[in-house]
T-cell receptor, first 113, second 111 residues
Framework: GENVEQHPSTLSVQEGDSAVIKCTYS??????FPWYKQELGKGPQLIID?????GEKKDQRIAVTLNKTAKHFSLHITETQPEDSAVYFCAASAHSGNTPLVFGKGTRLSVIA | SQTIHQWPATLVQPVGSPLSLECTVE??????LYWYRQAAGRGLQLLFYSVGIGQISSEVPQNLSASRPQDRQFILSSKKLLLSDSGFYLC??????????FGPGTRLTVL
């Protein structure tokens, strides 16, 4: 089955700097890659996702890149702000309809003002 | 628009007591439904998922069970709680080939 590895487990950046979180997956059939942000005491919220037919997607300060050959995808946050501090999870699935997402173990991002 | 509800929001239970957590989804029909557990500071562990009424797949054998008595209702149960059952329980839903959305969660403490 699918296995998703996520690095780093913790990340501290200065406000205004960029943050990059990387994930690798094992199943070449996976074709859907979402990223979630979880604030303390809340459920994870989808922040961006990408499907295997594109290599990059951007939404304001957040971007995701996908390298299908190497089977890895990354989350890029530019101009970080204190409110970006949270736990971020990547996930992958062969989006055939009823396949559950497989999640990475999460990255705790701290943005230092 | 669709919304997902979980209750209770917090729960403190003694070891050996039963458990029932409820999740409902509004504004859609025939969703896939999921139960996850998150231990403190840890990742998301998929417990159960359901693709339809009465159809439950278990990912982790343990003293928990799940049921789906109605199309948009998903219940997580236990007959006797263990200390190790403490955690943050999250329900999620999606439609076929679509984005998965999480509920607000239930914080369970077993004493």
């Amino acid at each position: 089955g699918e296995n998703v590895e996520q690095h780093p487990s913790t990340l501290s950046v200065q406000e205004g700097d960029s943050a990059v979180i990387k994930c690798t997956y094992s199943d070449s059939a996976s074709n859907y890659f979402p990223w979630y942000k979880q604030e303390l005491g809340k459920g994870p919220q989808l922040i961006i996702d990408i499907r295997s037919n594109v290599g990059e997607k951007k939404d304001q300060r957040i971007a995701v890149t996908l390298n299908k050959t190497a089977k890895h995808f990354s989350l890029h946050i530019t101009e970080t702000q204190p409110e970006d501090s949270a736990v971020y999870f990547c996930a992958a699935s062969a989006h055939s309809g009823n396949t559950p997402l497989v999640f990475g173990k999460g990255t705790r991002l701290s943005v230092i003002a | 628009s669709q919304t997902i509800h979980q209750w209770p929001a917090t729960l403190v239970q003694p070891v050996g007591s039963p458990l029932s957590l409820e999740c409902t989804v509004e504004g859609t029909s025939n969703p896939n439904l999921y139960w996850y557990r998150q231990a403190a500071g840890r990742g998301l562990q998929l417990l159960f998922y359901s693709v339809g009424i009465g159809q439950i797949s278990s990912e982790v054998p343990q003293n928990l069970s799940a049921s789906r008595p109605q199309d948009r209702q998903f219940i997580l149960s236990s007959k006797k709680l263990l200390l190790s059952d403490s955690g943050f329980y999250l329900c999620a839903w999606n439609l076929r080939t679509d984005t998965q959305y999480f509920g607000p969660g239930t914080r369970l403490t077993v004493l």
